[in-house]
């Protein structure tokens, strides 16, 4: 069956957004892995998993109802920050969030089995996830579909206040874990989630994205796009 010019190009743009939900779903269960193996290393969770492992720990929630309790949350401000300039199509950031929610608690499930002991056995799970959340994070941001709502919520800041994205984010995983220090200090007397693990997530996950992007999610969208 022969396509005329106008369903065909309807066709390719189909076919394009359905490679890139492709490459964001596989960077969300990427991403899903890097956040359980970081919490099985016992050295503190990336920024932005900071407050959900938090929750997690004090509540009866587990960390993925956690991350999507703060998803819906981050949703909400971004409505209430942009208002009438919020864009409708935003609210695709809520199956993402349940999406990637439901996925860090099947990820944590599928490695329960495993127990580092020793402090390097530890590192070596940490870093494999600072590297799992850094790819994940390259592919959802090179899917170019729908953000997950903790980007959403800085875009939305930016947007609101003019301000730049690399500061904003900045203050915005380190809010995280503040809020992180003080429910642990405030509920247990001690910290939850937050260690050096933390800080080199803080550090290295941005670099990773960037390296990653650049030699591997790039020339993967491109194929992709073929």
Known sequence: MRLHPGERTSYIKSEHLVKRCFLLVF???IMA?????????????????????????????????ATIAMHCFLILLQILLLRRSYSLIQLMQLPVALLFGWLTDVTLLSIQNLMPYTYIERWVCCLLGILL???????????????LAGEGFILAVCKAFSL??????????????????????????????????????AILVGLVAKQSTKWLIKPLARRLRA
């Open 27 to 29: 960077g969300l269960l």
């Open 164 to 201: 730049p994205f690399p500061s904003t984010k900045i203050g915005f995983d380190c809010t995280l874990v503040a809020f992180s220090c003080i429910l642990g200090f405030v509920c247990r007397g001690e910290l939850i989630g937050v260690r050096e693990g933390t800080v080199a997530a």
């Open 133 to 147: 959340v850094g790819i994940g994070v390259s592919c959802e941001v090179n899917a170019n579909v729908i953000p």
């Open 33 to 65: 892995y890097g956040v359980s193996f970081s919490i099985k290393a016992g050295l503190g969770t990336s920024p932005i998993s900071s407050l959900p492992y938090t929750l997690s720990q004090l509540t009866s929630l587990s960390v993925g109802t």
